[in-house]
């Protein structure tokens, strides 16, 4: 029943978008881009935050008027910066966290613009891209851990920056082609193809990026530093292709195929594997 009303919900909402977009494009514009851009779940209440961050160091950061905040656990001088993935936050790493402590490195995590206790109602990569930013000249992380858009993230940071600090970056159920992400949001409202160009202009004009420029394969072929890339062939959310095309094309990099994870990649077998990279000598 629930799956059917959603199915209804969202086939009327795309309805309405595409008759609005023959009068008021604009509009209609905007309206497809917020449902795209803003979360439905994911936040956190500071009075009701799991027992995880409770027992973090926290600290608020800001980028433009911003306000985002991080978690440390902390240990050496070598910090690894975590990096959570669409409609969820920095208490999606609890499984890992006990693995990351045995390698006696700090660890900071932090809440994505309109998750946990970030500020903010819309997201998307370059605003997320922005404050990981501001957190490495912060925090000065030596390796980067990204699940699923947070990995995205991760790939476009180090395109755009080239920061020298990072040494190792980490890739969890990663999506490779934003066009890909769009093309599967118009499916799902059954927006019509005047939608699909309104959309393509507005990301050029507010993100100064075609949609098809905008892909993990392609920013990979300019990063050097090694990296660690785990996709699971059962992911309904992000398709295994993806995590694929983003390994062909960055040549330090080891690529893992897992089954039965699904999107979250919550096991004992892979953190033991992420371990052994994250203890490796890196090598460029």
């Known amino acids: 029943m629930k799956k059917i009303k959603y199915f209804i919900l969202t086939k009327s909402i795309g309805c309405y ?3 609005l977009s023959f009068f008021h494009p604009k509009k209609a514009t905007q309206l497809a881009y917020q449902l795209f851009s803003e979360p439905r779940a994911g936040k956190l209440k500071l009075d009701a935050l799991p027992e995880l961050l409770q027992e973090a160091d926290k600290e608020t950061l800001t980028y433009q008027s911003l306000e985002f905040q991080t978690y440390t656990w902390k240990g050496n001088y070598q910090i ?20 990351l402590k045995k390698t006696g490195k700090t660890i900071v995590a932090l809440d994505a613009p309109a998750h946990g206790l970030t500020s903010g109602k819309e997201f998307n990569v370059p605003l997320y891209t922005a404050c990981i930013e501001v957190a490495v000249r912060k925090f000065k992380p030596e390796t980067l851990i990204g699940h699923s858009i947070g990995g995205a993230a991760c790939i476009y940071f180090q395109h755009r920056f080239q920061n020298e600090n990072l040494n190792k970056i980490v890739l969890l159920g990663a999506p490779s082609d934003m066009k890909i992400l769009i ?6 409202l059954s927006l019509n193809s005047k939608m699909e160009l309104l959309l393509e202009n507005y990301f050029i004009t507010n993100f100064n990026f075609k949609l ?3 892909s ?8 050097a530093i090694p990296a660690l890339i785990a996709h699971d062939v059962d992911d309904t959310i992000v398709l295994f292709e993806e995590g694929k095309k983003i390994a062909s094309s960055w040549k330090n990099s080891t690529f893992i195929a897992t089954q039965g994870l699904g999107h979250s990649m919550h096991d004992a077998d ?11 000598n890196p090598t460029t």
């Open 270 to 280: 892979l953190y033991a594997k992420i371990i052994r990279f994250l203890m490796e």
């Open 216 to 223: 993990g394969k392609l920013f990979a072929e300019n990063i």
């Open 80 to 99: 690894i910066l975590l990096v959570h993935g669409w409609e969820s936050n920095a208490s999606r790493w609890e499984k890992l966290l006990p693995y």
């Open 183 to 188: 093309s599967n949001y118009l499916k799902l």
């Open 212 to 214: 098809a420029d905008f």
């Open 17 to 19: 978008i595409n008759l």
